[in-house]
């Protein structure tokens, strides 16, 4: 276990002679003499490293790796010391610069005037190097994007005839959504203000019960869901379709819904996959109108790949609050803005300004009234009072919040804290951005479809002698071109229509191509050659 001598490590580089060394020179002294002279003719002790490396490697099936590992950790000890030496030579406070840089016999004054301006040259020198690094960045982002678009541009063509491309980017079916959750905030407010006069909602109370650390379980949900969290869990009477095809339209599906008694909404999810396959859920009023719609909907066979009731869930655990949003001040604070975020959005909705007094006009205490408004707006507006979330569907608001957000019921809550400070914020800064903007489509007084109508009552406007014109589709004649251009937009107006769905269908490609544009934006993600 101990190390053998040197000298019987290296018995032949020890016994070697030197180069032109005679027969009495140092090289031929015995393996056994311990002379300096001996030592110096030993070579390992001053081989460079990469002799040593080569050395090993011709009898190591791993020298050539080590090779190369060791001169690769030469090369960063390298940088490392000339960035250290680097870094090193700039003095870094004012008494290194003295010592390094100013010559004997240098006043104050003097020193301090070139310290400043050496301060200067080198923050100058700092921010040069920053500009430069954020323009390389910047540059490199640019080609990114570019990239990306140049994939989209090539990517669009392969999906913008399939119906979940309709779906996803035509303004025809951003407006459809938009007047769908319309009317479905109406439906459901309507609602809410009849179940209130049927007290509905008595024992209304969003406090924890039974609590496991910060799982609480919540009431069962069925029907408007029980006493005292009333959660209402959105697969209750719906209808799942499972698999959905991207030939398929999820407008088809809502018309043939439509046809069936008790129909209330639907809500879909993003296309998955490289089929593009998506799950389709509608809701019904009634537990009877889901089970006919099944059977009627399941003989369409076009529509999905499988239909079958949602199954709801036995149970719901809900998450607690912090101690501190018990306190009395900070639900005095939360019934006040729960109240103007139930005005703001019943506004930007449409919703009757009575129905949205006879919520807030209900009796009741300061939590109550607090509670009735954060059930109102779970249920007509899918919004996460404590969460700040405004949500499509509520669907969406299960995955994003969960099914409900309790308060603590401790006796002695503190005062408010940063969770409190960080909840306020969030919905003041919620109800000064709150907009929904009917989506713009466009007609053919709009551009760029104005001018397009225009060059086409132009061409199918022709003179054919003085005082006399001809429509250019249907050979009518005419005494004026004024005459034309009102029979052209009266009699052809389905040429004007073509234009205005080739307009929205550009709109359409265009969207796509600024969505994915963005690095890893494509969701309709096409393998392009």
């Known amino acids: 276990g101990k190390r053998a001598p040197r000298a019987a490590e290296e018995p032949l580089a020890a016994q070697a002679p030197e180069a032109g060394a005679g027969s009495g020179g140092p090289g031929n002294r015995q ?17 460079s490293p990469d002799r040593r490396s080569s050395s090993s490697s011709s009898s190591s099936p791993m020298g050539s790796g080590a090779s190369k590992t060791d001169a690769r950790q030469r090369r960063t000890a390298n ?23 100013l010559p004997e016999g240098c006043s104050p004054e003097e020193a301090m005037e070139k310290y400043q301006e050496h301060e200067r040259r080198a923050k100058q020198r700092r921010d040069a190097r920053a500009a430069r690094a954020a323009e390389r960045a910047r540059v490199a982002a640019e080609q990114k994007a570019e990239e990306w678009r140049r994939k989209a541009e090539q990517a669009v063509g392969k999906v913008q005839g399939l119906s979940v491309f309709f779906d996803m980017y035509h303004p025809l079916s951003h407006l459809r959504t938009y007047d769908l959750r319309l009317r479905a905030a109406h439906h459901q407010a309507e609602a809410f203000v009849q179940d209130m006069a049927k007290g509905c909602f008595q024992g209304l109370a969003f406090y924890a019960q039974d609590a496991n650390g910060e799982r609480v379980v919540l009431s069962p949900a069925s029907g408007l869901g029980e006493k005292p969290h009333f959660v209402l869990d959105p697969d209750v009477n719906t209808v799942l379709l499972r698999g959905v095809r991207p030939t398929v339209s999820v407008w088809d599906i809502y018309d043939a819904a439509a046809e069936c008694p008790g129909f209330l909404t639907l809500s879909w999810t993003d296309p998955t996959g490289c089929d593009f396959l998506r799950d389709v859920r509608l809701r019904f009023a009634s537990a009877e109108a889901a089970g006919q719609a099944l059977q009627q909907i399941a003989g369409e066979a076009v529509l999905s790949a499988g239909a079958a009731l949602a199954q709801p869930a036995s149970n719901h655990a809900g998450l607690m609050l912090p101690p501190e949003m018990s306190h009395p001040d900070r639900v005095r604070k939360d019934e006040e803005l729960a109240a103007t975020i139930l005005r703001q959005l019943d506004a930007v909705t449409g919703v009757p300004p009575e129905t949205t007094r006879a919520v807030l006009d209900a009796e009741g205490t300061t939590v109550q009234k607090l509670d009735l408004s954060i059930l109102y707006l779970r249920r007509v507006h899918h919004f996460c009072f404590y969460g700040a979330a405004w949500c499509r569907d509520a669907w969406e608001l299960r995955q994003r919040c969960g099914p409900l957000l309790v308060r603590d019921p401790v006796a002695e809550p503190p005062v408010e804290g940063e969770w409190a400070e960080k909840h306020d914020w969030r919905l003041r800064k919620f109800a000064s951005t709150i907009t929904l903007e009917r989506p713009r489509v466009l007609g053919c007084d709009d551009e760029p479809v104005a001018t397009k109508c225009e060059e086409l009552v132009g061409t199918l406007t022709l003179r ?17 071109p004024e005459y034309v251009r009102k029979h052209v937009r009266k009699a052809h107006a389905h040429l004007l229509e073509k234009l205005r769905q080739e307009a929205h269908a550009d709109a359409a490609r265009a969207a796509f191509v600024e969505e994915s544009s963005s690095i890893g934006g494509m969701k309709l993600e096409i393998e392009v050659a």
Request: aromatic share 8%.
């Open 464 to 480: 054919i002698a003085e005082g006399r014109f001809k429509c250019g589709e249907c050979q009518k004649l005419f005494k004026g």
């Open 31 to 47: 393996q056994g003499d311990s002379s300096p002279a001996r030592w110096e003719a030993r070579p390992p002790r001053h081989m």
């Open 79 to 101: 940088s490392r010391s000339a960035s250290a030496s680097s870094s090193a030579s700039e003095p870094g406070n004012f008494r290194d610069f003295v010592l390094s840089r």
